[in-house]
C-alpha cells in the first residue's frame, strides 16, 4: 500500500519562499504529482517528477529522492493567490492515493 | 481545461433517501474516479472506473454503488444517505491508468470535476 505524509498548515510571507514536503512509502513507485487547490475549488495539477532531481516551472519547482521517498514543492516569489492546498499524490494500481494536503497561507 | 462537469453542484438531503451524483466528461478519457474530501482527510477514492461496465471499489465504498452506462458518464448513489456523508464529492478522469505512469510511460496526471457539496440532514 501508500503511505503519504504532509504539514497541515504553513504560513509565509508575499514575496517569500516557501517550500511544501511530502513524505510517503510505496511498494512501487510511479512518479509523484503534486495538485494545488484553491477554497471551494477542484484541485489542478500542478507538476509530475518520476526521475530523481528538480523540475522546475516558473514560480514553482518540484523535487523527488526516491530513495528517500521524499519529495517537496517549493514556490518562489509568493503571491497572495498561492494562498491555497497543495496535495502530493503517488498513483497506486489503478488509482491515485493523495496526501492530506498541506494549507499555505501568504501574509502581506 | 478538461470537460468535466458534475450535477448538482449542491444539494441538501435528508437521512434515508436516495442520492444520485452525475460526472460527465466529453475528454472520452477511459478512467474516471469518485472521491470524497473531507477535513482532516484529504482526498479519499470511494470507487473507479476503467470502462464501461467495469467498475471496482475503493478506499471507502461502503454506502456507495457506482455505475457507467457510457463512456462519457459516472453515476454516484448513495442508496440511504447518513449524516456521515456529508462531504464534498469531486469526480475525476484521466487518459490511463496510473499504474502505467513512470520512466518511459509519461505522465497520468487526473483532472477533476468542480465538485459537489452534499449536505445529510
Known amino acids: 500500500g501508500q503511505n503519504i505524509d504532509q504539514p497541515t498548515e504553513m504560513t509565509a510571507t508575499e514575496g517569500a519562499i516557501v517550500q511544501i514536503n511530502c513524505t510517503y512509502q510505496t511498494s512501487g513507485f510511479n512518479g509523484l504529482f503534486w495538485y494545488q487547490q484553491h477554497a471551494g475549488e477542484a484541485p489542478t495539477f500542478l507538476s509530475y517528477n518520476v526521475l530523481d532531481g528538480l523540475e522546475e516551472k516558473g514560480r514553482f519547482s518540484s523535487f523527488l529522492s526516491r530513495s528517500k521517498g521524499y519529495s517537496y514543492l517549493l514556490l518562489k516569489e509568493l503571491q497572495m493567490k498561492d494562498s491555497a492546498s497543495y496535495l502530493c499524490a503517488i498513483p497506486g494500481g489503478q488509482n491515485f492515493v493523495f496526501g492530506p494536503g498541506t494549507r499555505l497561507s501568504v501574509l502581506p | 481545461d478538461a470537460g468535466i462537469t458534475q450535477s448538482p453542484r449542491h444539494k441538501v438531503t435528508e437521512t434515508g433517501t436516495p442520492v444520485t451524483l452525475r460526472c460527465h466528461q466529453t475528454?472520452?478519457?477511459?478512467?474516471m474516479y469518485w472521491y470524497r474530501q473531507d477535513p482532516g482527510h484529504g482526498l479519499r477514492l470511494i470507487h473507479y472506473?476503467?470502462?464501461?461496465?467495469?467498475?471496482d471499489k475503493g478506499e471507502v465504498s461502503d454506502g456507495y454503488s457506482v455505475s457507467r452506462s457510457k463512456t462519457e458518464d459516472f453515476l454516484l448513489t448513495l442508496e440511504s444517505a447518513t449524516s456521515s456523508q456529508t462531504s464534498v464529492y469531486f469526480c475525476a478522469i484521466s487518459e490511463f491508468t496510473s499504474g502505467l505512469a513512470g520512466v518511459g510511460r509519461g505522465q497520468n496526471e487526473q483532472f477533476f470535476g468542480p465538485g459537489t457539496r452534499l449536505t445529510v440532514l
Open positions: 472506473s476503467y470502462g464501461v461496465k467495469d467498475t
Open positions: 475528454e472520452n478519457h477511459r478512467y
